[in-house]
């Protein structure tokens, strides 16, 4: 399976932004998604996650509210809007896939990762 994930860029607080992430190698619709990301000097952090069917979306608690997660599976995309963004915001986003349960996801053991895509929000 492999995730390309895009979108990332500079936007100042307050700003949207739009990730995107096209799976391929794999029959997107089999496989829960959802986002981590990583600040400059810090620990990997969860973000958003979805099922299979694009259900149950669940969220950080630093991010609900603002980010929203969806899935088209016609274009195996992954997608993560993000509103009203704060410098606190600022990391590298990454996308990960796995095909068992969504559970994995939460707990950070996805079975695939992607590279990501840097986002920096300018206060």
């Known amino acids: 399976v492999q995730l390309q994930a895009s979108g990332g860029g500079l936007v100042p607080a307050g700003g949207s932004l739009r990730l995107s992430c096209v799976v391929s190698g794999r029959t997107f619709s089999n496989f829960h998604m959802g986002w981590f990301r990583q600040a400059p000097g810090k620990g990997r952090e969860f973000v958003a996650a979805v099922q299979l069917s694009g259900g149950f979306p669940t969220y950080a608690d630093s991010v609900k509210g603002r980010f929203t997660i969806s899935r088209d599976n016609a274009k195996n995309t992954v997608y993560l809007q993000m509103n009203r963004l704060e410098p606190a915001d600022t990391a590298v986003y990454f996308c990960?896939?796995?095909?068992?349960?969504?559970?994995?996801?939460?707990?950070?053991?996805?079975?695939?990762w992607g590279q990501g895509t840097l986002v920096t929000v300018s206060s």
């Open positions: 990960v896939a796995d095909r068992e349960t969504v559970g994995k996801i939460l707990r950070g053991v996805a079975g695939y």
